[in-house]
């Protein structure tokens, strides 16, 4: 295992640390890492959009732990409190209804700019993980990874939402 960890303050100083990323992640993908860069990028500027800091003080640490056949990318900053088991149950709830399971994301979303970020990060992912609290999320994408084929029904991507408690995955 190969481990990189980059730490940030502020958004502001984030493009140097994107400059590295994007040529790990070339190393591993090749030209097919644009999806997972999006992904992170989306991450990242959650971290800071909802830090207790401000996005400008925002302290933003990311693990990349690289694996023989998976990458995990961790990406913590002291948020606002996110119930990630009610969002989760919300997206779960959506499956319920017959109509909505060959629907795709973007269908369903609309217009609306709530929740086009997760849809972005899902369909870049194998999962998705974030804490109870929502402080912290893990992509978890598995090697080697063609992103050409893009799957966004909502019964595809709803399932790869997953939250942890005390290092338990729901």
Partial sequence: M???NFNLKGYQNYAPIENKITALLTEI???????LMIAINESVL????YSVEGIEEANVSILVRIFSKELRITIKSNTKYFDAFAYQKKLQNILETESNLSMNWGDYIGDKDTGRGFWYILSAVDYFLINEFGDEVTLVIRKPQLFSVQVDSLYYLIPKFLVMRNGVIY
Avoid: S
């Fill in 2 to 4: 190969e481990i990189r």
């Fill in 29 to 35: 993908f090749a030209d097919q890492y644009l999806p």
């Fill in 46 to 49: 959650n971290a800071v959009k």
